[in-house]
């Protein structure tokens, strides 16, 4: 089994910065792709920036500019640096590994941007 564990989520005012954490432990295997998704209310669970495995990176594009994905493969950590914050992505983020063993994904953290 593999277990993801999110980090630093919190309320930001608009503008803001957050950086979000998620530790893989466990039985990692080969890491296809990890990464980050998100769900507002009301809406359905979406992409925000994935890393795979050879270094390819995918971003939504109403985030391109502003968040980063990065991953410390040593650690089995992937980050997202979210920059310019704005109300509308404010949702759950959830962290997602893919690999060999399987899909696995965090319990999610609260990302709320205020006015």
């Known amino acids: 089994q593999v277990q993801l564990v999110e980090s630093g989520g919190g309320l930001v005012q608009a503008g803001g910065s957050l950086r979000l954490s998620c530790a893989a432990s466990?039985?990692?295997?080969?890491?296809?792709?990890m990464g980050w998704y998100r769900q507002a209310p009301g809406k359905q669970r979406e992409l925000v920036a994935t890393?795979?495995?050879?270094?390819?990176?995918n971003y939504v594009d109403s985030i391109k500019g502003r968040f980063t994905i990065s991953r410390d493969s040593a650690k089995n950590t992937v980050y997202l640096q979210m920059n310019s914050l704005k109300i509308e992505d404010t949702a759950v983020y959830y962290c997602?590994?893919?690999?060999?063993?399987?899909?696995?994904w965090g319990q999610g953290t609260q990302v709320t941007v205020s006015s």
């Open positions: 997602r590994l893919i690999g060999a063993s399987g899909d696995y």
């Open positions: 466990g039985r990692i295997s080969s890491i296809v792709v």
């Open positions: 890393t795979s495995g050879s270094g390819r990176i």
